[in-house]
Structure formats: C-alpha cells, structure tokens
C-alpha cells in the first residue's frame, strides 16, 4: 500500500526524512542530517514540480581526496578545479568571464597532409616566433571581450 504525498518547495520535510533514512549507515551516519538536507536541495534546485519530474543528470557528486564529510557543500554552479600553473597565478577568481572555447587554443594545423622541415636555428626561432605572435593575437582577442579566465 502506498501513499501519494504532495511535494512543495516550501514543504520538503517529508523528502527530508526520506533521505535520512536511505543515508542511514555506519559512514556516515554522524553527518546523515547535513548529507540529507544538501540531497533535498540539490534534488529541488533541478525538479521540475510542475511536470513533476527530476534531471538527476544535471547534479554530480564529486569526491576530493582527503576531503571529511563535515567539509560537504553543495555548490549551485560551475566548480573548476584547476592546479596552479605558475605562482603568480591568483588562487581565487570572483565574477569571472570564462571563455568556452571549442576549438584547441594551439597553432592550426594545416588541413593537408603537410611536412614542414627546418634546416636552421634562425628559422627555428622564426616558427617559434610566429606561434607566440599568433597566441598573444588570439590571448588580446580574450583581453578585449572581457574574459578573465
């Protein structure tokens, strides 16, 4: 026998209780309340109540290596986790503008099958040159449009 229990945004205890329940283990059973009430909101925050239907594809779980769960949060939005490259790189960006490219952020290649032989160090360094003036063409096209990161 089943129940038919109506489900709002304002009135989610119901849910709450239901996840309690199915996080209800030795691992994690310190954390239960905190896990539970982010898996409600994660849920909510991608439901459509109207249609009554759930995209579970559009929430991902993802674990960190030496991470407690104490440190869980749910994040609405786009984490990028990005080692620093250099240490003059800024270790927290707020606001940024980021740039989706769709295409490699490298030299193009030439669409035929091409061999390009080079005989000297000046015209070593003069392939080396034309691939830095292209990339700092394509980084100031970035610059203009605002992209930070």
């Known amino acids: 026998?089943?129940?038919?229990?109506?489900?709002?945004?304002?009135n989610n205890e119901f849910l709450h209780q239901t996840a309690r329940s199915t996080l209800n283990s030795k691992v994690i059973n310190r954390h239960r309340d905190e896990l539970a009430s982010i898996c409600v909101e994660a849920v909510l925050s991608v439901a459509d109540l109207e249609r009554k239907d759930v995209n579970l594809d559009l929430i991902k779980v993802e674990g960190k290596v030496g991470g407690k769960l104490a440190d869980t949060k749910l994040v609405r939005g786009i984490v990028l986790d990005k080692d620093i490259a250099h240490p003059q790189m800024p270790k927290t960006i707020h606001n940024p503008k980021i740039a989706v490219l769709t295409c490699p952020f490298e030299?193009?290649?030439?669409?035929?099958?091409?061999?390009?032989?080079?005989?000297?160090?000046?015209?070593?360094k003069k392939l080396h040159e034309l691939e830095q003036a292209y990339f700092r063409e394509q980084i100031d096209l970035l610059k203009k449009a605002g992209v930070t990161l």
Request: glycine fraction near 0%; proline fraction near 11%; aromatic fraction near 4%.
């Open 107 to 124: 030299p193009p290649k030439p669409k035929t099958k091409h061999t390009q032989y080079v005989s000297s160090a000046e015209e070593m």
């Open 1 to 10: 026998i089943s129940d038919t229990i109506s489900i709002s945004e304002n």
